[in-house]
Every structure is written in C-alpha cells, then in structure tokens.
C-alpha cells in the first residue's frame, strides 16, 4: 500500500510565472527581433550602396584669351564650364543617406518591417537600367557607351545574405532571453 507523502509544489509555481512571464514578453521579444533583423539589413544595404563621385574632367578648367585691344580675359574652358554647371557644390551619397526602416506591421502571425529608398533612381542602380548609346550626357561630359547599365544589386544581395545569417541571429537572442527568463 501507498503511503502518504507530502509534495512540494513550490517549484511547479515559480515554472508556472516564468511561463506566464514567457508569454507576457513575448510580442517585445518578437518586435525587438524584427528591429534587429531590420538594423543589420540596413547595415549591410547601406555598406553596399555606391557613392557618387564627381568626374574627373581632365584639361583646364579657365583659358586664356587675348583680345584685339591687347588685353587677356579668362573664360571658362568646356570641362570648367561643365564642373560649375553641374557639379559645382556636388556632394555624394544621397543614395546611401537614403534607406531607411520602416514601422514593424503584424499580417496574421508573420511580421513585416520595410527598407525604404525615396531616392527617385534608387530602383534604377539597384536593378540597372537602358541607355541610348552615343547619347551626350551634358553632366559627365561624354557619350553612353553601352545600351543597359547593369544594377548593382545592393538590397537583393543584403536581403538574401541576411536570410542565410538569420536563423542563427534568432537562435542566440532566443537562447539568451530563455536564460534570462527561467535563470531569473
């Protein structure tokens, strides 16, 4: 026969609270991941953006004139013309200053977050874009070369070098929060 024993069920509660606890932090556990996701995709998209650069317009940019009373007058040459046109003030990096993160939204179970680009070319340098070869281009100062210019692909490649990275990233912050949560 059985004998009556006493159980302790002091450790049974605190498993309890710390499930309930679980599942009380669980939406800012997944929002906090998503933002993390989203922060190195930005990261990465951002290193992989190229940066404008002014051209180099080789020859002077001033020429000399001597005029028919004798005296010289300094005019503007076709490259110096060009670079006050154009690139006078030029900055580089629009593109890159660009990307930005969007607000976290929940479809059903799955959570979505958006990398934006407002640059009005940003699809252009992503995915490439057609040319008329032998067209003049007045700000570089040359013709098109090539008929397509081909994309540089800076988000495509980020996202999926992110998707391979990302199981990982989510296991170790899964890992740390459970330790936080039943070490606690």
């Known amino acids: 026969m059985a004998k009556g024993g006493s159980f302790d069920f002091k450790d049974v509660r605190k498993l309890q609270r710390q499930i309930e606890r679980l599942e009380?932090?669980?939406?800012?556990?997944?929002?906090?991941c998503i933002q993390e996701l989203a922060s190195r995709l930005l990261r990465k998209v951002k290193q992989?953006?190229?940066v404008g650069k002014a051209?180099?317009?080789?020859?002077?940019k001033t020429v000399k004139v001597k005029g028919s009373d004798g005296k010289s007058r300094t005019f503007l040459s076709k490259n110096g013309a060009i670079k006050q046109k154009y690139w006078a003030g030029y900055q580089?990096?629009?593109?890159r200053r660009g990307?930005?993160?969007g607000d976290i939204q929940k479809v059903g179970d799955n959570y979505q977050i958006e990398i934006i680009n407002p640059t009005e070319y940003a699809s252009y340098v992503e995915y490439g874009h057609r040319q008329t070869p032998g067209r003049y281009i007045p700000a570089l100062g040359v013709s098109a070369k090539k008929a397509w210019?081909?994309?540089t692909f800076m988000?495509?490649?980020?996202?999926k070098e992110l998707e391979a990275q990302a199981p990982g990233v989510l296991e170790k912050k899964l890992r740390e929060y459970l330790k936080g949560v039943f070490d606690a």
């Open 99 to 101: 990307w930005t993160v």
């Open 92 to 95: 580089g990096g629009t593109l």
């Open 149 to 151: 210019v081909p994309g």
């Open 24 to 32: 009380q932090e669980r939406e800012a556990f997944n929002q906090e």
């Open 48 to 50: 992989r953006t190229p």
């Open 55 to 60: 051209p180099k317009l080789d020859g002077p």
């Open 155 to 159: 988000l495509t490649i980020s996202e």
